[in-house]
């Protein structure tokens, strides 16, 4: 009988930290073509960052993640227009491909947010 109820309770507490995981979807804006891709960091507080690859497309792309066990993130994104999986940079030290970045609170189990992407004028 006590064996079945310490699995009853170890199951409990495994419910309730798999119901206590987050999603948050992220709308990204302004996406000025559909070359390369959109790579997205999500860096939460304790826990490792997460990442995805999304394909561009000119004006808005949609990229989800799951399994995030904090209340607050940081987005990181950039426009990789050329596949090369790194912020590419102006000689002047600039960013040369479209970026944006933003903190976010979490409150909900389901959480959406949306970013403008920009880029550098033109030189």
């Known amino acids: ?6 699995l009853l309770t170890l199951a409990a507490v495994a419910l309730s930290v798999v119901a206590a995981a987050k999603e948050l979807t992220v709308t ?18 304790g826990q490792q960052p997460l990442y995805a690859k999304t394909p561009a497309g000119t004006g ?3 990229v989800r993640f799951e399994g995030i066990e904090g ?3 940081g987005v990181w994104i950039i426009h990789d227009e050329n596949g090369n ?4 940079m102006r000689e002047n030290g600039g960013p040369a491909e479209g970026y944006a970045t933003r ?3 979490l409150p909900d189990e389901r959480n959406t947010v949306e970013i403008d992407l920009t880029y550098p004028e033109s030189e």
């Open 60 to 62: 808005t792309v949609t």
């Open 71 to 73: 209340d607050e993130a």
């Open 85 to 88: 999986y790194q912020m590419d």
């Open 1 to 6: 009988m006590k064996t079945t109820k310490i």
């Open 28 to 45: 990204v804006r302004n996406v000025r073509s559909a070359d390369g891709s959109i790579l997205t960091m999500l860096r939460i507080p």
């Open 103 to 105: 903190d976010c609170l």
